[in-house]
């Protein structure tokens, strides 16, 4: 109950009148769901979930989506209805596909029977409310009944607040370093030349991966103080050598749902290549989708479709590239997809997406003294080196969740009792960061 209570006063800090929304989210999916997993052989079980999936996707469709489709169709018919401005409630995205999932589960009578209390914890539990991971009903449900978990575990506590101290320091220090130079080149210069352009995007592959594991590794570090253990969502997609292994790696309880709830129900790898190969589009297109209404978030996701099919069709011939060439033409294919991504219009997209590829953008300057060619940016030529090495240690390094499990089975109090005092030290100039400069908010808090 303490839980529950403190997780709504989260979600309705950020606007108090949205909390009605998941409330009702909330009533009416555990209804549902408790309907469709009983008993009851007269109840026409399939329409229940039907209507079920429709209420929430079009729940998702209006506030989401209700502008995207006016600005669209005022553009193809020449005409003005005026835009509706709806602010998108907090991390709606998150919890209509994971109540999505529950509904679906329950069909299929994977279920148990569970209280409305802890339904309502499932769904709005804080730590991973704004932006992941979905959660399954089956490995959360029984973590939050479990007897041992409501003793207070002190050793789970200093884990807990380690990995959150991490994420804090990717995201304060690093992530919030590489989103002011993303965005002097996106937003701000009206050109970029070739080195530019390559410093814009490859600033924002940075941005995104410490953004987000950030958030994952916060997520899973407050979940550690209840002794409860959220699914790894963030598993090192840098170190991709191809693009099924980067989504293996990038946001994987997305990537679990998707192949779960969409991919399979289409049909999945059953009914031939050609259709294997329109499902695999079909779901990065959604994805892609689900992520923002823009045409920018259409086209990274058709993009992403069309490499899953090409890689899975190459594989099929037998194919094979040398590690390093497979890593590599892996990661740039990433960092310039997520020019799409970044960009909030076509037109800035294609003006990063140029100036990548402009070797006339060299001037009477040499081409390799890069601080001739990122003034704008207000940085010298190492900070390009600087963002080179720090990708590249993306894919050295062990991550968080490594580090983690590493972590947990030192047991020597001395070491503990050192671990915390440095912990205590770099806590505090992270909170001395905060407040003295200013931070942007969560990437994925906009999904």
């Not at 469709?36 to 999936?53: E, Y």
């Not at 005026?82 to 919890?95: D, G, K, M, R, Y």
Request: charged share 10%; proline share 3%; hydrophobic share 55%.
């Amino acid at each position: 109950m303490w839980l529950v209570g403190a997780s709504l006063f989260f979600y309705a800090f950020w606007n108090v009148y949205y909390l009605p929304l998941i409330l009702i989210s909330i009533a009416m999916n555990f209804t549902l769901g408790s309907t469709i997993s009983s008993k009851d052989v007269r109840l026409n079980k399939r329409t229940l979930l039907i209507w079920g999936i429709i209420l929430n996707v079009c729940a998702l469709g209006y506030f989401k989506y209700t502008d995207f489709m006016i600005s669209n169709i005022n553009w193809i018919f020449h005409i003005e209805i005026p835009l509706q401005h709806i602010v998108l409630p907090l991390a709606i995205s998150f919890f209509t596909f994971q109540q999505i999932a529950y509904l679906v589960d329950c069909y299929k009578g994977i279920t148990k029977e569970y209280d409305i209390l802890q339904y309502a914890l499932f769904v709005s539990f804080f730590p991973q409310l704004i932006a992941g991971p979905i959660v399954a009903h089956y490995e959360m449900m029984p973590q939050f009944v479990r007897t041992s978990n409501l003793v207070k575990n002190y050793h789970n506590i200093l884990l807990g607040i380690l990995i959150f101290v991490i994420g804090l320091f990717k995201k304060i220090v690093i992530a919030d370093t590489c989103a002011k130079y993303a965005t002097i080149g996106f937003d701000q210069l009206p050109n970029l030349t070739f080195w530019g352009g390559w410093f814009t995007s490859l600033s924002y592959t940075a941005q995104i991966y410490f953004d987000f594991s950030g958030y994952c590794d916060m997520a899973i570090g407050c979940a550690l103080l209840f002794n409860i253990k959220l699914p790894i969502n963030f598993n090192s997609p840098y170190k991709a050598l191809n693009i099924q292994d980067f989504w293996r790696r990038w946001h994987i309880t997305l990537s679990r749902f998707l192949r779960d709830y969409l991919y399979i129900p289409l049909g999945g790898n059953r009914k031939g290549e050609m259709r294997t190969c329109a499902n695999v589009f079909t779901v990065f297109l959604i994805g892609g989708l689900w992520h923002g209404a823009a045409w920018t978030f259409v086209i990274w996701g058709m993009l992403h479709g069309v490499a899953n099919i090409v890689f899975r069709l190459w594989s099929k011939v037998g194919f094979t590239l040398n590690k390093f060439v497979a890593w590599l033409l892996t990661l740039n294919f990433i960092n310039l997809s997520w020019v799409f991504f970044r960009a909030n219009s076509f037109d800035s997209a294609l003006k990063v997406i140029k100036a990548m590829f402009d070797v006339s953008s060299f001037t009477n300057k040499p081409w390799w003294r890069m601080k001739y060619y990122l003034t704008d940016f207000g940085v010298r030529s190492n900070a390009f080196y600087a963002l080179v090495i720090l990708i590249i240690l993306c894919t050295i390094l062990p991550n968080s969740v490594q580090i983690l499990q590493k972590l947990s089975l030192i047991r020597n109090k001395r070491i503990i009792i050192s671990f915390s005092l440095i912990l205590a030290l770099i806590s505090f100039a992270l909170l001395i960061k905060m407040i003295v400069i200013p931070y942007s908010e969560f990437i994925y808090f906009n999904f």
